[in-house]
């Protein structure tokens, strides 16, 4: 029922308006509604999973979100109030309303047909490690953490062994505010049923037709712009307050993401190149500022390294 553009992705979302299908900005089509997600579930078989109790429809069984922080309350919180029955587990954090607060990873994922990690790149492993025993024949585990390729690769080849289907997806922006409907995008076998089960209950997934691991690379380049870029704003903010010129880098700041564009992004890559020895001496005095300041020039550091590199040349 769904074809994807060129590139193989396809998107699965949740809307309010009236159109059954749609396409999305990547090419791919959209379902809209719960209804047509559901309708879609039911004429696209999504498999059994087996418990002890025997096989039941994947989209008959529990899901289970192992982590409450931020991001898995909003996704926990999001699935009760759209009808899910969910099951979930945090050492530190209690459950929202609706969930149920399982003992341990084990009790979480006994009956779960989808199984949701939403924890740290630190824990994902560990996390996975105490529920794979127990997660049943069929289930799909999806890994959430924000990681490094390799481990999720690691991860799914694990689940596999034990006739687990793996997802990798990746939380493409903030979840404060957004919940289910957070851009999400998935790779790997379990991608797709993921993105189905998801959408039901108003999720929008953009799925790739690539193994998993290809999604946390997506993730992670955009990590290296995004979070690089928070880090450098909030230490030119502190010599700012320092010096007692906060409010104007503020507003500085503002107006230059305000009125970027892809002109923009040409204009700083190939600048950087050009300049990139005067750069450097630049930010070699942006580093000695700051620290007659008192604040740690890491970024300064670092960008006047990354200048010096460019600066030499290939090789």
């Not at 749609?22 to 999973?49: F, P, Q």
């Not at 199984?115 to 585990?141: E, K, Y």
């Not at 620290?291 to 090789?315: F, W």
Request: hydrophobic share 50%; with cysteine; charged share 15%.
């Amino acid at each position: 029922m769904f074809h994807g553009h060129e590139s193989g992705a396809l998107m699965i979302c949740h809307a309010t308006d009236q159109t059954a299908l749609a396409r999305g900005h990547s090419g791919g089509l959209i379902a809209r509604s719960t209804a047509v997600a559901l309708l879609i579930m039911r004429h696209n078989y999504l498999g059994d999973v087996f418990l002890e109790s025997g096989p039941i429809s994947m989209t008959e069984a529990p899901i289970a979100v192992l982590g409450l922080g931020e991001a898995g309350s909003a996704f926990a919180s999001g699935l009760v109030a759209a009808g899910g029955h969910v099951r979930g587990f945090d050492p530190i954090t209690t459950v929202p309303p609706g969930v149920v607060n399982c003992l341990d990873e084990a009790d979480a994922v006994s009956t779960a047909g989808l199984i949701l990690s939403v924890n740290t790149a630190r824990t994902a492993f560990s996390v996975f490690q105490a529920a794979a025993d127990h997660v049943a024949v069929g289930a799909v585990w999806a890994d959430m953490n924000t990681t490094e390729p390799t481990l999720k690769r690691r991860l799914s080849a694990l689940a596999s062994e034990r006739g687990v289907v793996f997802a990798d997806i990746a939380i493409m922006t903030s979840v404060p505010g957004r919940g289910l409907a957070t851009p999400l995008l998935a790779s790997g076998e379990g991608a797709r049923r993921a993105a189905m089960l998801l959408g039901a209950y108003g999720g929008c997934v953009e799925v790739l037709d690539e193994p998993a691991g290809a999604a946390s690379q997506r993730k992670l380049l955009r990590s290296v712009f995004y979070k690089g870029m928070a880090a450098a704003v909030v230490e030119a903010l502190a010599a700012a307050r320092a010096l007692g010129l906060e409010e104007w880098l503020w507003d500085n700041i503002a107006q230059e993401l305000a009125s970027s564009s892809e002109q923009s992004l040409h204009r700083i890559v190939s600048g950087t190149h050009r300049h990139a020895a005067r750069r450097a001496d630049e930010m070699v005095a942006a580093a000695t500022m700051l620290a007659d300041l008192g604040v740690e020039p890491d970024i300064a550091r670092a960008a006047e390294v990354s200048l010096r590199r460019l600066s030499a040349g290939p090789g």
